[in-house]
C-alpha cells in the first residue's frame, strides 16, 4: 500500500488556507462589531445611537374647501386634528347598536358568522371602543364614498387585514342598498 505524500500535502496547504480566510473573516467581523464604534479608531464614523435627532411635528394646516380634478364636487374636510392616541381607551355601552350584523352583510363567510355558528349571546354587539381624550366619530360611509370617489385602494395584509376589508365592505354595503 503506497501513500500519496504530495496529495496529503496539498491537500493539508489547502485546509491550512481556509482556516486562516475564516479567522480573518471573524477577526474583520469582530472589529466591525466591537471596534468601529469607539471613537479614537473611527473618528469620522458617526454613531446613530449617540446622537440624539429632534424631530419637528409637522405643520396642520385648518380644514379647507378642496376641489378634485376627477370630479366637480367640493367636500369640506372638517377633520379636527388633535393629539389622539387611539390605542389607549375603553369599551363603553353603545346603545345604538353596530352598523351591520352578520345577518345583514353578505361578504361574512359561514365559518366566521359568530351568530350562525351558536354564539348565544348578543352582547358583544353593544360596546364601542372610546380612546382617552379624543372623539372618534361614528364611520360615516357616505362621506367616505365621497371621499374616496375616482379613487384606487389596495389593501395588503393577512387575515386581520382581511377581516377589517370585510368589515369596510359591510360597512360601505348600508349605504348602497
Known sequence: MRVNWISLS???????????????????????LFVAHYKGFASELKSPVSEKVQVRAPYVEPPVLVGTSENEDHIHLDVITEKCDLFKGDWIPNPSGPSYT??????????????????????????????????????????????????TWALIGDSISRNHAQSLLCMLSTVCT
Not at 25 to 32: I, P, S, W
Not at 110 to 138: E, T, V
Open 10 to 32: 496539498t491537500n493539508k496547504h489547502q485546509h491550512i488556507i481556509v482556516k486562516i480566510a475564516v479567522v480573518v473573516l471573524l477577526l474583520g467581523l469582530a472589529f466591525r
Open 102 to 151: 352578520n345577518e345583514s352583510c353578505p361578504w361574512i363567510e359561514n365559518h366566521q358568522n359568530c351568530m350562525k355558528n351558536g354564539r348565544p349571546d348578543f352582547g358583544y354587539l353593544y360596546w364601542k371602543w372610546k380612546p382617552h381624550d379624543c372623539q372618534l366619530p361614528r364611520f360615516n360611509a357616505e362621506r367616505f364614498l365621497e371621499l374616496m370617489r375616482n379613487k
